[in-house]
């Protein structure tokens, strides 16, 4: 199946949520392509509910596809006031354009601009992604091998 055939969605996220959202965040392959050292429950539930969901500057989407969970995308402000966006999807929707949909719609929900993202440079098919969305590479975020990247105008129609 594809997003074509696929029912892909936005939504808000739920308590219940929350535990796939840690799953999919603890899944190995997931930390190796990201970069991104996972929380410990406690902490990873406590970053959600104290800074993530109540986050005035915050906008935060859960994802589903054809009615389930497949992940979670979200925008902030920086203390620089920069925006960026960010995005996890669980390894189950890789691969079948669940992601394109999903951040088509955040994109169309979150008019700010400009609006940046700092994919690890290895997680190719992020940077795909971002790129596909009309996001440019402006140079790196970090040490760490993270780009950054910005989206100034809307972004492209995607199917």
């Given at each position: ?93 890789w ?20 609006l ?9 098919a ?34």
């Amino acid at each position: 199946m594809t997003a074509e055939t696929e029912d892909v969605r936005l939504r808000g996220v739920t308590e219940d949520d929350l535990e796939l959202f840690l799953a999919f965040e603890h899944d190995p392959e997931a930390v190796r392509r990201s970069r991104f050292t996972p929380r410990p429950r406690d902490a990873f539930l406590t970053h959600w509910r104290t800074r993530v969901l109540p986050g005035p500057d915050s906008l935060v989407r859960t994802v589903t596809a054809g009615g389930e969970v497949a992940g979670n995308v979200v925008s902030w402000a920086q203390d620089d006031g920069r925006r960026f966006v960010g995005y996890w999807l669980g390894r189950p929707y890789w691969g079948r354009g669940i992601g394109t949909r999903a951040l088509a719609l955040f994109l169309a929900l979150d008019p700010v601009r400009p609006l940046y993202a700092d994919p690890f440079a290895g997680n190719t098919a992020s940077v795909a992604l971002l790129e596909k969305h009309g996001f440019t590479r402006v140079g790196t975020a970090d040490d760490e091998g993270h780009l950054l990247l910005v989206l100034h105008g809307p972004a492209p129609k995607t199917p």
